[in-house]
C-alpha cells in the first residue's frame, strides 16, 4: 500500500448556482485564467477567453477533449487556469437533443418508464469525466448553473417545504443534480438577500426589503451548498471573498461592497507565495497562442442546407461536405455524390452529429490516404 499523509495541493472543483441575472458569470470570471465554455451564449458582453458556443453535445465533448489532451502535451503552455461550464443545465439541454436524436424521438418523454432520463443522466456523467480527466491534470472546474425552486419532503417529517436546488434533472433514479453536487469540492448558491418587514401599524400587510447580493457556503433546509475551507455560512457575492484559497489577494468588486456582521468573514489582504513559474519552453515554434486551437477555421464553405449544428462541428474541425460524404459513400449509406442537404434528417442529427466522434475518426483515416 502507499500511504500518504498531510494537505494535499490539489485544484478545485466549484459549482456557483443562483437565480439568473445575480451575476454568476461575471463571478466565475474572476477566477484565475478563466476559459468560459459558453453554453448559454451569455457572455457576449464580458472581457474573457471563451471557446466557440457548442451547439450539440458532440461538439461539446470535442471542445473538452482538446482541452485535456492540451494538458496532456506538455510541450505547449495550457489553455487556462481555469475551465469554466456556463451553464452545466443548458449542457444538460445539449444531452437531451442528442439523446432525442439519436433515439428518434421528438421529446424525452417520449420513451417512457423514465427510460429517457437514464439515458441524458449517462451522457452528464460522461461530461464529469472529462471534466474530472481535466481536473486531474491541475484545472481548476467551475460550473456555473441556475437555480429552481423545488418541493422538498423529508422522509422522517410530515409535509412538504420549498428550497432552491440545481435547475437540473432531479429524480430518484436520474439525479443529475445530486451528480453534480457530489463532485464538486465547493457548491455556493447565490441569491438576493431579502426580508418581509410590516406595511401597516397591524402587521398585517408585509412588503419586501433588502435585495443585497449574498453567497450561502453551508447548508441550509431551504437550500443546498458546502464548503472544505471553513467559510464563514454567509458572505457577500464577491470573489474577494474567496481570493484566498487560490493564493490571490483581489480587490473588492463593484458588485457587491463587503458589509459587516456575524456572518460575513473580512477579505484576506494577504496571500502566499505564488508557485514558481514553469520554464519557458525551449522550442519558440512551439509556443504558440493556445486559444487558436479552439477558433473556427472560416475557410470551410459550409453549402446551403446544412443544419447549423453540423455546420459548427465542421467549421470546428475544418472538415469539408466532399470529406462528409466519401465517408458517407466508404459506409454506404448513400451515394457519395448526393449533397448532405438531401440526407434524412434523423441520419444527420443520429450520425453525422450524435456519432461525430467516429465520423471525424473516418475522415482522418481518409486524409491519410494517398492521393490518386
Known sequence: MKITRGI????LKVVVYGPEGIGKSTFASMFPDPLFIDTE??????????????TSLAMLMQILTEVRDNL?????PPVCKTLVIDTIDWAER?????????????????????????????????????????????????ITAHAAIRKFEQPDEMGAYDRWELKLINSPKCNSCAMVKEWADMVLFANYKTYAVAADKDGKKMKAR???????????PCWDAKNRFGLAPELPFDFAQIAHIFGQTVPVSNMQQPTTSANSAPVQQTAPPEPPKPAPVADASKDIGSLDEFQ???????????PPQLADLMRQNGVTESEIQLAVGMRGYFPENMPIANYPPDFIQGVLIGAWAQVFGMIQENRKLPFE
Open 41 to 54: 451564449g451569455s457572455t457576449a458582453r464580458m472581457d474573457v477567453a471563451r471557446t466557440e458556443t457548442p
Open 8 to 11: 494535499q495541493q490539489k485544484p
Open 94 to 142: 445539449l444531452c437531451t437533443a442528442a439523446v432525442c436524436a439519436k433515439n428518434g424521438k421528438t421529446g424525452i418523454e417520449d420513451f417512457g418508464y423514465g427510460k429517457g432520463y437514464s439515458y441524458v443522466y449517462e451522457e452528464m456523467g460522461r461530461i464529469l469525466n472529462l471534466l474530472n480527466d481535466i481536473w486531474e491534470r491541475g484545472m481548476h472546474i467551475v
Open 72 to 76: 496532456a502535451d506538455g510541450s505547449r
Open 210 to 220: 433588502g435585495g443585497e447580493r449574498v453567497m450561502y457556503t453551508a447548508h441550509n
Open 296 to 306: 473556427p477555421i472560416e475557410n470551410v464553405g459550409i453549402p446551403d442546407g446544412i
